[in-house]
């Protein structure tokens, strides 16, 4: 598959009207948000790596991300686009802190 991938038109009713894109067209033609910022009504991001072999801290990996938008029309929810980045995993202990005795004194 080549990326970015679009996707224009909604899947339920064919419409190209999109509730976050149209406003923040809207916003961009008033000159309140410069035209390469990219917003959306949701954002996946999806790291693709092997859980199994991530050592803990901060690492690169190829990952998918997918922006979503409402239909104006019908109010669907759908994917606009897909992208491919790296993306960074930060992998942490599962271990939770371990939390000083509490002892009271009135
Ligand atoms: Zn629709």
Redesign the pocket.
């Known amino acids: 598959m080549d990326y970015p991938k679009k996707f224009d038109k909604?899947p339920?009713?064919g419409?190209t009207s999109r509730v976050v894109g149209d406003e923040v067209m809207s916003e961009i033609e008033k000159g309140n948000i410069s035209s390469d910022v990219m917003l959306s009504a949701l954002v996946t991001r999806t790291p693709l790596y092997d859980p199994k072999n991530v050592i803990l801290g901060k690492k690169q990996v190829p990952g998918i991300v997918a922006l979503y938008d409402i239909?104006s029309?019908?109010g669907?929810l759908y994917c606009t686009e897909v992208q491919k980045h790296r993306l960074i995993v930060e992998v942490q202990s599962r271990q939770r802190p371990e939390m000083p005795p509490f002892f009271g004194r009135g």
Do not use: F
């Open positions: 909604c339920v009713c419409s239909c029309d019908c669907t």
